[in-house]
């Protein structure tokens, strides 16, 4: 899978990128002024932590105006819509490690 179309769309503001198998691999164009991505379930996961660690990195770099991060639905984000015998302790433990990139980024949960 290929997402590098959207450099096309280099103003593009919001971008919706769930139920389509997406992995930690996933790599996408600078996009400076997307401030809002949804990557709900897709195929993220934490698979030694490294790897999420690595596709945070990337959005932080190729875009740079992102205030809101959706991962519900995935393995990543640690929730009773991926586990049951996960819960709300988990998810803010995940917030505390996960989400402070120098930028606001938020894994919500409904």
Not at 31 to 43: E, F, I, S, V
Not at 64 to 78: F, I, Q, R, T, V
């Amino acid at each position: 899978r290929s997402l590098e179309g959207l450099k096309t769309f280099s103003c593009l503001e919001e971008l919706i990128l769930d139920n389509n198998l997406l992995g930690n691999d996933l790599r996408l164009p600078r996009l400076p002024h997307l401030h809002t991505l949804t990557l709900n379930k897709n195929q993220i996961s934490f698979q030694r932590n490294t790897y999420l660690e690595s596709l945070l990195d990337h959005l932080a770099d190729v875009v740079p105006s992102l205030e809101y991060l959706s991962l519900l639905g995935n393995m990543a984000c640690p929730n009773e819509l991926v586990s049951k015998d996960k819960d709300e302790d988990d998810y803010q433990r995940y917030r505390q490690r996960w989400l402070p990139l120098g930028q606001i980024l938020q894994c919500v949960v409904p």
